[in-house]
């Protein structure tokens, strides 16, 4: 059979509201053409993340009955813990209530001033956490990364000779670890090859460097390895995720990505004596070390979601319709960073509208054109989210890239939706050069993407 079908049917429906033309304008107006400003009703197609977005397995929702709440020795925590062990491979698993938990907690027991923590890219609040230390990420993406419309099949993998110099010039007792991001989300949700993760891990190593995964979307680059590394075609998912996490002292992760939760995360690690200070920083802020800031029928559910993940059948799905949808656009003439990774399309909104000054942020108006024209909402990746105003002469600088990011949530929409969403981006499309850039209206000094407000410039005579 040609056609990749939602492997599921669907038990329980969740109804998304359509709205006119005339009210998304007046709805973006109040909201400052800030997406992050509007309720989430007045949204129809709902892309801003794939993080917590899942919906859950009727096996999911029966584990979370099953969920026991006891303070300490839960049940539901040893079922986890024996899920976990089995696909990363850890010793010491640390439940938190979502990533960021588990990175504050790593990186605040082992980063401090004057370290360095290198990554192919850091997402942000990974960044954050390590320079809230004291600490200074630095990210070395392949090359490849650095150009939105080359083919190749693993643009997440980071540039080892980078890495090499940058241990020679910092030397390896400034680096308390060296992070692997698997899928490379901030890098344009791109995989990170087998291959890759065997050589930084033996750079590691040769230094004596714990070497760790953010470990959020595993299934989906273990598939990806799976789809396009030679030599990987006949393995099963499962074994090539092990593999991967073989190579590591440790991970994070994000059970909102692909632990198919709704809330959740953990940190593990094979060093027992680092497992029992992370330990006793959870307790002070998380909880008890059997429930980690989660309830027990969390627990439950990422133990059913995190095997979910790794089937096939789901894999291919899930993958098919980000393709699908990075195809179609392409064809159409969109420009999109090549070829589509695993949770999400990322537009070029600089080459999508290349009479738009960076400064004009291309990205932002695309993000509120994609809203006005079909209630859709993506997140602008550019200047907006990345790009900085120098706080003394109030003068912007832009970010590399202007990308539009547009996440699918795991199990959530069909084909229809997908090509509804397709014949929106296409109109959007079509009157490209009919579009206004936008300004600051107000921003917050610190991640100012979730708060910003903007007004379109006035049209050119
Ligand atoms: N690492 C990566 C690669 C992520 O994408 C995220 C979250 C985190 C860590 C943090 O995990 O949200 O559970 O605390 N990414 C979401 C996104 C927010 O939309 O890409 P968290």
Redesign the pocket.
Known sequence: MKTIIEPFRIKVVEPIRMTTREERERLLAEAGWNVFLLAAEDVLIDL?????TAAMSAEQWAAVMRGDESYAGSPSFFRFERVVRDIFGFEHVIPTH????A?RILFSTVCGPGDVVPSNTH?D??RANIEATGARAVDLPCPEARRPSELHPFKGNMDVDALEALLDEVGAERVPLVML?VTN??GGGQPVSLANIRAVSGVCRRHGIPFYL?A??FAENAYLVKLREPGQHERSVGEIAREMFSYADGC?M????DGLANIG?FLATNDGELARQERDLLILTEGFPTYGGLAGRDLEAIAVGLEEALREDYLQYRLASVRYLGERIAAAGVPIVQPPGGHAVYIDAAAFYPHLDPLELPGQVLVGELYLEGGVRA?EVGTVMFGRRDPETGKEHPADLELVRL?LPRRVYTQSHVDYLIEVIEAVWNRRERARGLRFVEQAPVLRHFTARFAPLERER
């Open positions: 801003l993340t794939d993080s917590g979502q990533g960021r938990a990175e997402f609040t990974t991001t989300n901030t953010d959020c979307r994070t994000s059970a909102k990505k995360g997140v996440a």
